[in-house]
């Protein structure tokens, strides 16, 4: 699991522990997400799967993408689709991924790259793994999250953010047994490169070995933490946690992680995405690749679809 990292993190800022009276946020569920298929039949994990909305707002889904060892010919992706009313955060952590959306945007991403697109009013896009990696075979591992958008900003622009994995803001904790890539929002008053409509904070955290972090949380967004990989628990009675279980938080201003001092052999370290956003709090209707507020908006988009105003495949698409 390469990502971006560091040899030394306490040649990091550090995030500060939070001052008293920090309030723990205690774990109100643990979740185990089932595995399934996706586009022309790549592994994943449904994160939130079984996860009630009232504690997933703003966020609709997050697939764990492999991760998989493919054998040449055997990388696959997904075909033109459309999405609207969303945006899609791609964090590709070990591969190749190349995306190309009928509003012009997209590119290739790699190891410890982000693709952040706004699907808005409408788009079509593709994402599919290069020829050279189908070619040769390779590992594949990411994740992809859906955002919801506000009523107000359902119908913006599309956009596209190219996320470089150099961009990312790293931190540690006090004792350095904690590596934050800080992807979009704010931890401690860090600023992450993703731009975003929806107020949320996404961090993909390594913690060594018996390491554990306690870290501040804005109280008016949810937590919740999802393991890519080991073994270790999280809030203050350690409530056990390992690969592939989504932890649901309750209230409070501050979380804590903590990595089990044996990890499993094939992984040295804890790996964990935290995630928290401001809840939009407005009624939801969700179908397949479009997320909007009404019954009648949701049909809407399809009319729009079948009619060819999300936009149209561009003849000379290079995948």
């Known amino acids: 699991m390469p990502a971006v990292t560091v040899e030394n993190p306490l040649s990091l800022p550090r995030v500060a522990a939070p001052a008293d009276p920090a309030v723990a946020r205690p774990v109100l569920a643990v979740t185990t997400a089932p595995s399934g298929f ?13 996860i009630n909305y009232q504690y997933l707002d703003p966020f609709i889904m997050m697939d764990q993408m492999g991760e998989v060892d493919y054998a040449p010919g055997e990388p696959k992706g997904t075909p033109w689709h459309p999405h609207r009313g969303f945006e899609t955060v791609t964090y590709l952590i070990d591969g190749t991924f190349v995306h190309q959306d009928s509003n012009g945007g997209g590119g290739t991403i790699q190891n410890g790259d982000t693709q952040w697109m706004t699907a808005g009013s409408g788009l079509l896009h593709i994402e599919a793994p290069p020829e050279a990696l189908v070619t040769s075979g390779g590992r594949f591992h990411g994740l992809q999250l859906w955002v919801n958008l506000p009523a107000s900003d359902k119908m913006m622009a599309p956009r596209y953010q190219d996320i ?12 350095g047994g904690a590596l934050l890539r800080v992807i979009a929002g704010e931890l401690d008053g860090h600023e992450g490169p993703g731009i975003t409509h929806t107020p ?12 554990e972090v306690t870290l501040p ?18 809030g203050t009675d350690r409530r056990p946690l390992h690969s592939g279980q989504t932890a649901v938080f309750g209230t409070g201003s501050s979380l804590t992680v903590r990595a089990d001092e044996k990890q499993d052999s094939h992984t040295p370290d804890l790996e964990v995405i935290l995630l928290g956003g401001r809840p939009i709090r407005e009624p939801m209707a969700h179908y397949g690749p479009f997320v909007m507020n009404t019954r009648e908006e949701l049909q809407k988009a399809m009319d729009d679809f079948q009619a060819g105003r999300l936009g149209r495949i561009p003849a000379v698409h290079g995948m």
């Open 38 to 50: 996706e586009g022309e039949g790549f592994p994943v994990r449904r994160a939130f799967a079984g």
């Open 200 to 211: 949320i904070t996404m961090v993909h955290a390594t913690l060594r070995p018996g390491a």
């Open 164 to 175: 470089r994995g150099g961009q990312v803001q790293l931190l540690t904790s006090p004792d």
């Open 217 to 234: 949380w804005r109280e008016d967004f949810n937590g919740l933490a999802y393991v890519l990989a080991g073994r270790g628990a999280v």
